[in-house]
């Protein structure tokens, strides 16, 4: 038999005597220093690799990981889709914020106040390349705008686009403004640099203004008839002298179309301005400017700017 220090005890042998007894005990205490204390009962502790892992230990490990992502995945998603939605909605028949009424106006405050409230890059300007691309404007209250929107709104002219590209890399903005008209289309941009000023803030630099080559588009289409000023006016009776006048004019254009853009530079005094980003995603972007103007615009491309 083995006791429990692993000494062996034969049958036959005779009992020791007091003094022998003593002489064990003092030579145990010598070996084994932690003899004074309580005899604890063995443990044994060994290490579980993968093969010898329970059987149910992915099950666990699933369960957990689905924890996991169900506290990770909340309603934000769909309720911002949803909110992005219901604002870009909002915008139909406003003509990029110039035509809304009070009441639009007011409706799509509260939206953006909400998609703002669940911004899913608190940080804008720190993923730098999330800004890059093209930017189409959807909407604005910035009245500086409302002179080029109204522009639109003249016999035989009209605004195709505003937009915004950003070159993160070269830390670049250029805004531009796309006309078009009977017989060609043409645009006004201005160029800016950026700095970061904070994680949501960028100062813009304006440098220089450029007036684009008209394009000669590929043929007139005269309209039966135009409205002005609240008053339709019929063109039937002037398509005879409207088609002679855009033959002279076709010729025209196509020197114009030859000539390289106009360049000037934009004097100090409106030179500088700064951007707060409030809202940004893959495809949609809310910006407010240093006159408490908001700037809503679209990613090139997204399926927000299908009507």
């Not at 909110?83 to 406003?94: I, M, R």
Request: proline share 8%; hydrophobic share 35%.
């Amino acid at each position: 038999m083995t006791c429990e220090f692993g000494l062996k005890r034969g049958h036959g042998t005779p009992p020791r005597s007091p003094k022998e007894k003593t002489l064990a005990t003092h030579k145990l205490k010598l070996s084994n220093p932690e003899s004074p204390r309580a005899a604890r009962p063995a443990t044994r502790v060994r290490a579980l690799d993968d093969d010898s892992a329970p059987e149910n230990s992915e099950e666990s490990s699933d369960v957990a990981a689905g924890a996991v992502a169900v506290a990770e995945k909340p309603d934000e998603p769909e309720e911002i889709s949803k909110l992005k939605k219901a604002l870009v909605d909002s915008f139909y028949g406003t003509d990029r914020g110039l035509s809304a009424t009070s009441e639009t106006r007011a409706e799509i405050v509260e939206l953006i106040t909400q998609l703002e409230a669940q911004n899913p890059t608190p940080a804008p300007t720190e993923p730098l390349p999330l800004l890059n691309g093209k930017w189409i404007l959807a909407y604005t209250s910035f009245a500086g705008l409302f002179p080029i929107l109204s522009r639109g709104t003249l016999p035989l002219v009209k605004v195709d686009e505003i937009s915004q590209t950003i070159d993160s890399e070269n830390f670049t903005v250029e805004n531009s403004v796309r006309f078009s008209g009977p017989l060609a289309t043409t645009s006004f941009s201005t160029n800016a640099t950026f700095d970061v000023r904070s994680p949501k803030r960028v100062q813009l630099k304006f440098e220089e203004g450029v007036i684009g080559t008209p394009q000669l588009t590929d043929s007139l289409v005269i309209p039966e008839d135009v409205e002005f000023l609240g008053q339709k006016i019929d063109l039937a009776p002037f398509k005879g002298l409207l088609t002679s006048v855009q033959d002279t004019a076709s010729s025209v254009a196509k020197s114009i179309s030859s000539q390289p853009p106009i360049k000037f530079s934009i004097s100090s005094s409106n030179a500088e301005s700064w951007l707060l980003t409030t809202y940004l995603d893959q495809e949609l972007r809310i910006s407010r400017g240093d006159n408490g103007s908001v700037f809503v615009l679209i990613k090139e491309g997204s399926s927000l700017l299908t009507p």
